[in-house]
T-cell receptor, first 111, second 114 residues
Framework: QKEVEQNSGPLSVPEGAIASLNCTYS??????FFWYRQYSGKSPELIMFIYSNGDKEDGRFTAQLNKASQYVSLLIRDSQPSDSATYLCAVEGRSGYALNFGKGTSLLVTP | ETGVTQSPTHLIKTRGQQVTLRCSSQSGHNTVSWYQQALGQGPQFIFQYYREEENGRGNFPPRFSGLQFPNYSSELNVNALELDDSALYLC?????????????FGSGTRLTVV
């Protein structure tokens, strides 16, 4: 079992809709969770991080964490074509300093 | 405030050769991590340096080695290159050890081994 799992997609949503990206992780002891956005050929860019159960909102983005279910999600409201990218879920590894990344979910927002 | 810079941006090497990739960390960041991202995959942790010492290592063979300098810049060296080493190599800096400090990624070096 991979440590961090994401549906590779592509996930296609119309402009203005809510995009929902999901991630599960295997290490119950993980404490820190991150969402990165990566445009094709570019490096990952941090969007959100979350440490506590519940929701965390930042502009159009909401991260949701459920440690009991070992599940973290990212909601993007009012999706724009510029949101089209690969979204990487990253979870703190057992070491406490390395990030374990999922393969990423490709999001396509259609005009 | 400058970001994380990596050089070169692209590189083509022949199997069996050696390569050195360079990274200048963001101002004020004393911790540098290196990740390898193969096509269609998420980044994989190679190792981390903190104040010039290797702080931890992922599941990579010894032919992957690194250095961190007093100014906190860093090098990744790969010996005896293999075709599977073709990937995007990402350097990430942070204020200190621990993922909760957050990582700032550089733009990466695209290595192609032929």
């Amino acid at each position: 079992q991979k440590e961090v799992e994401q549906n590779s997609g592509p996930l296609s949503v119309p402009e203005g809709a809510i995009a929902s990206l999901n991630c599960t992780y295997s290490d119950r002891g993980s404490q820190s969770f991150f969402w990165y956005r990566q445009y094709s050929g570019k490096s990952p860019e941090l969007i959100m991080f979350i440490y506590s159960n519940g929701d965390k909102e930042d502009g159009r983005f909401t991260a949701q964490l459920n440690k009991a279910s070992q599940y973290v999600s990212l909601l993007i409201r009012d999706s724009q074509p510029s949101d089209s990218a690969t979204y990487l879920c990253a979870v703190e590894g057992r070491s406490g300093y390395a990030l374990n990344f999922g393969k990423g979910t490709s999001l396509l927002v259609t005009p | 405030e400058t970001g994380v810079t990596q050089s070169p941006t692209h590189l083509i090497k022949t199997r069996g050769q050696q390569v050195t990739l360079r990274c200048s960390s963001q101002s004020g960041h004393n911790t540098v991590s290196w990740y390898q991202q193969a096509l269609g995959q998420g980044p994989q942790f190679i190792f981390q340096y903190y104040r010039e010492e290797e702080n931890g290592r992922g599941n990579f063979p010894p032919r992957f080695s690194g250095l961190q300098f007093p100014n906190y810049s860093s090098e990744l060296n790969v010996n005896a290159l293999e075709l599977d080493d073709s990937a995007l190599y990402l350097c990430a800096s942070s204020l200190a050890i621990g993922t909760n400090y957050g990582y700032t990624f550089g733009s990466g070096t695209r290595l192609t081994v032929v």
